[in-house]
């Protein structure tokens, strides 16, 4: 395992959970994947991924990279109507964020399925390591700072959300990505570096992880949970039927 500062800390974190077992929510992408292969070297892992109607690329890709791992991989199955269900209640863990929501929905019946009690998610990781298409659009000078906000806010927001829904089924929910220490490190490097492979996204993740993930992973194009599953063609569609 390289000494690399990103994997160290978020090893450390992980380590710090006390529960020999642990679950991850995963989608083949390279956080959880990262998350997985770091967690199975001190606990008993078990991945759960959502399987919305064997549609979107995440099921794929969750499977073929469990299977690589070596890990148990439970498929959390999710119809059109358990969505529209569930879309209430994760408005309202978002506090009226639409987009929030559309994450939240399937993530209720996962974190409800979860066996185990401790329950690991990459939050985080887009902010860290600019994971989303806006990120590319801020100025130079402005990026650091815009960053370090979107990450602080996580605590109030998508972290709080998946705390309280864990509580609510009675499990921790752990963030092992949510560290200042990470966020230190990464603004240590230019801008251009943190800002670099704009079509695949999270450079710097991408090259800790080298020889660590398996390759088809790590070189993986990075898509949205909601989108990976296609849950978000649900509530489009859902909406263009209310007009």
């Given at each position: 395992?390289?000494?690399?500062?990103?994997?160290?800390?978020?090893k450390?974190n992980?380590?710090?959970?006390?529960?020999?077992?642990?679950?991850?929510?995963?989608s083949?992408?390279i956080?959880?994947?990262?998350?997985?292969?770091?967690?199975?070297?001190?606990?008993?892992?078990?991945?759960y991924?959502?399987?919305?109607?064997?549609?979107?690329?995440?099921?794929?890709?969750?499977?073929?990279?469990?299977?690589?791992?070596?890990?148990?991989l439970?498929?959390?199955?999710?119809?059109?109507?358990?969505?529209?269900?569930n879309?209430?209640k994760?408005?309202?863990?978002?506090?009226?964020?639409?987009?929030k929501?559309?994450?939240?929905?399937?993530l209720?019946?996962?974190v409800?399925?979860?066996?185990?009690?401790?329950?690991?998610?990459?939050?985080?990781?887009?902010?860290?390591?600019?994971?989303?298409?806006?990120?590319?659009?801020?100025?130079?000078?402005?990026?650091?700072?815009?960053?370090?906000?979107?990450?602080?806010?996580?605590?109030?927001?998508e972290?709080?959300?998946?705390?309280?829904?864990?509580?609510?089924?009675?499990?921790?929910?752990?963030?092992?990505?949510?560290?200042?220490?990470?966020?230190?490190?990464?603004h240590?490097?230019?801008?251009?570096?943190?800002?670099?492979?704009?079509?695949?996204?999270?450079?710097?993740?991408?090259?800790?992880?080298?020889?660590?993930?398996?390759?088809?992973?790590?070189?993986?194009?990075?898509?949205?949970?909601?989108y990976?599953?296609?849950?978000?063609?649900?509530?489009?569609?859902?909406?263009?039927a209310?007009?």
């Amino acid at each position: 395992m390289p000494d690399n500062p990103i994997i160290r800390i978020v090893k450390e974190n992980i380590d710090r959970i006390e529960a020999p077992e642990v679950a991850i929510s995963f989608s083949g992408g390279i956080d959880s994947t990262l998350l997985a292969v770091l967690a199975r070297q001190s606990k008993k892992v078990t991945l759960y991924t959502i399987n919305f109607e064997e549609r979107g690329e995440d099921i794929h890709y969750a499977r073929k990279a469990a299977q690589e791992l070596g890990l148990p991989l439970v498929e959390v199955k999710i119809t059109r109507e358990e969505l529209e269900k569930n879309f209430p209640k994760a408005l309202e863990l978002a506090k009226g964020d639409v987009v929030k929501a559309h994450v939240l929905a399937p993530l209720i019946k996962l974190v409800k399925e979860v066996k185990e009690k401790d329950l690991l998610f990459g939050a985080g990781t887009e902010e860290l390591f600019m994971g989303y298409d806006r990120h590319y659009s801020f100025p130079k000078e402005e990026l650091k700072q815009r960053l370090k906000e979107e990450f602080e806010a996580l605590e109030r927001n998508e972290i709080r959300a998946l705390r309280e829904l864990c509580e609510s089924e009675g499990k921790r929910a752990h963030f092992p990505y949510y560290d200042k220490r990470l966020l230190e490190y990464v603004h240590s490097f230019p801008e251009e570096v943190i800002a670099k492979d704009k079509e695949r996204k999270k450079h710097l993740l991408r090259e800790s992880a080298k020889g660590i993930v398996p390759e088809f992973v790590r070189t993986r194009k990075k898509k949205a949970l909601q989108y990976g599953t296609k849950v978000v063609e649900v509530f489009r569609k859902a909406r263009r039927a209310q007009r």
